[in-house]
T-cell receptor, first 114, second 114 residues
Framework: SQTIHQWPATLVQPVGSPLSLECTVE??????LYWYRQAAGRGLQLLFY??????ISSEVPQNLSASRPQDRQFILSSKKLLLSDSGFYLC?????????????FGPGTRLTVL | AQKVTQAQTEISVVEKEDVTLDCVYETRDTTYYLFWYKQPPSGELVFLIRRNSFDEQNEISGRYSWNFQKSTSSFNFTITASQVVDSAVYFCALDGGTGNQFYFGTGTSLTVIP
């Protein structure tokens, strides 16, 4: 069966510090991978998605970036965090198909920027 | 434009009552997919159901049922005989068939009072 891991689970960082959140998927090959952010208002915002190694699409311009160095690894980064980067970050995966497939979510990382 | 509206921000019910969560969507695609996810206090989004635009049959799974009506662009979710464990935020989502862009509603927070 497939599992998705995220770490760290919680993180408190000062403004201006760097960020690295990691997501890994087990039990599947060549998945689509996604990063979402959920702010205090509960809505989910798609930040990045990737259909393969080194292939990243950005949905929202911001000071965040994403990388996919390995097939089942997806990393969210920032060089300098802003207060507005606080939120709950969720990674998700889906099987690549011609149309769509269900997205399955990881446990999330709760980021607080002070 | 793709859009999902969950007009109910918060709902409270007493245990064993039935409750319906509303979801209205907008899309110009003829082929699309609708989803419901549950987000318990732990934060992880749990997949509940997927429905494609060509299948308007209602679905029942235990105490959960879903009513998909293309005529009103709605995909409502009913919990029968609610339980405290049903307390969570529920999200409705739409995918226009690309597999890369889910449009989430803002969620409905359900509290089941014992």
């Amino acid at each position: 069966s497939q599992t998705i891991h995220q770490w760290p689970a919680t993180l408190v960082q000062p403004v201006g510090s760097p960020l690295s959140l990691e997501c890994t998927v087990e039990g599947t090959s060549n998945p689509n991978l996604y990063w979402y952010r959920q702010a205090a208002g509960r809505g989910l915002q798609l930040l990045f998605y990737s259909v393969g190694i080194g292939q990243i699409s950005s949905e929202v311009p911001q000071n965040l970036s994403a990388s996919r160095p390995q097939d089942r690894q997806f990393i969210l980064s920032s060089k300098k965090l802003l207060l507005s980067d606080s939120g709950f970050y969720l990674c998700a995966w889906s099987v690549q198909r011609g149309l769509t497939d269900t997205q399955y979510f990881g446990p999330g990382t709760r980021l607080t920027v002070l | 434009a793709q859009k999902v509206t969950q007009a109910q921000t918060e709902i409270s019910v007493v245990e064993k009552e039935d409750v319906t969560l509303d979801c209205v969507y907008e899309t110009r695609d003829t082929t699309y997919y609708l989803f419901w996810y549950k987000q318990p206090p732990s934060g992880e989004l749990v997949f509940l159901i997927r429905r494609n635009s060509f299948d308007e049959q209602n679905e029942i799974s235990g105490r959960y049922s879903w009513n998909f009506q293309k005529s009103t662009s709605s995909f409502n979710f009913t919990i029968t005989a609610s339980q405290v464990v049903d307390s969570a935020v529920y999200f409705c989502a739409l995918d226009g068939g690309t597999g890369n862009q889910f449009y989430f509603g803002t969620g409905t927070s359900l509290t089941v009072i014992p």
